[in-house]
């Protein structure tokens, strides 16, 4: 990949986004394109911290995996899409693991590396921590969803959740979601199904179509309180 192209990569992260020509040039030199295959680990949960990674282009889900194995999906993440830098930015163990849904290429920085490149930009440390702050509420929402909510509500919480990055067309499959949400794949079939009979979701092969976005915020929010 030439300079050029890292620099546009990094352009799209909207946390480098406001960096001068000459800043995304520099910081084009420090980052190294590496491919990965579907299902190929870019990481692994308790890793040591060394890289963060941008999505140059594919998709890449992050995940744990509970003691007996069953497999949970955290978040997925697209092009121009920054991961792996909240354990670099503590330089703590990878919390996750880092894994290619599609055949996909990064482009990553090394941590001491671009430690030295923030040291007198100090606009760029600020939107990393702004950053963080984000990712760490949108953790622990999705925790008090998996503890407290139906599987009916999670999935239209998740559904929402993808809409406001990716549009009403999310390019997901049912076992996607079922890691998403915390359930099986059998369930989310039937779910999907039942917004579908209603008039909420239009299903197919692959993806999920949102048809009426206020019924779904509706049935994310649960039954009313009294």
Request: contains cysteine.
């Amino acid at each position: 990949m030439q300079r050029g192209s890292k620099t546009q990569i990094l352009r799209r992260s909207f946390i480098f986004a406001s960096l001068n020509d000459d800043e995304l040039a520099e910081l084009a030199n420090l980052a190294v394109e590496r491919s990965f295959v579907p299902n190929e680990f870019i990481f692994w949960d308790g890793d040591t911290p060394e890289w963060f990674f941008i999505v140059a282009e594919g998709k890449v889900k992050v995940l744990k995996h509970s003691s007996s194995g069953r497999e949970f999906v955290i978040a997925f993440f697209g092009s121009g899409e920054m991961f792996g830098e909240v354990a670099v930015f503590e330089n703590k163990p990878y919390p996750a693991s880092a894994q290619a849904v599609v055949e996909t290429k990064v482009v990553g920085i090394k941590r001491e590396d671009f430690l030295s490149f923030l040291a007198n930009r100090p606009q760029v440390a600020l939107s990393i921590i702004n950053v963080l702050g984000g990712r760490l509420r949108e953790a622990q929402s999705r925790l008090r969803d998996l503890a407290a909510e139906k599987v009916e509500q999670r999935l239209a919480s998740v559904l929402l959740m993808l809409s406001s990055k990716l549009g009403l067309t999310l390019p997901f499959t049912r076992q996607e979601i079922a890691d998403m949400t915390g359930t099986t794949t059998e369930t989310v079939i039937r779910v999907l199904s039942h917004l579908k009979d209603r008039g909420i979701i239009s299903p197919a092969r692959g993806k999920v179509t949102i048809c009426d976005k206020e019924k779904l915020r509706l049935l994310s929010e649960g039954p009313p309180r009294i």
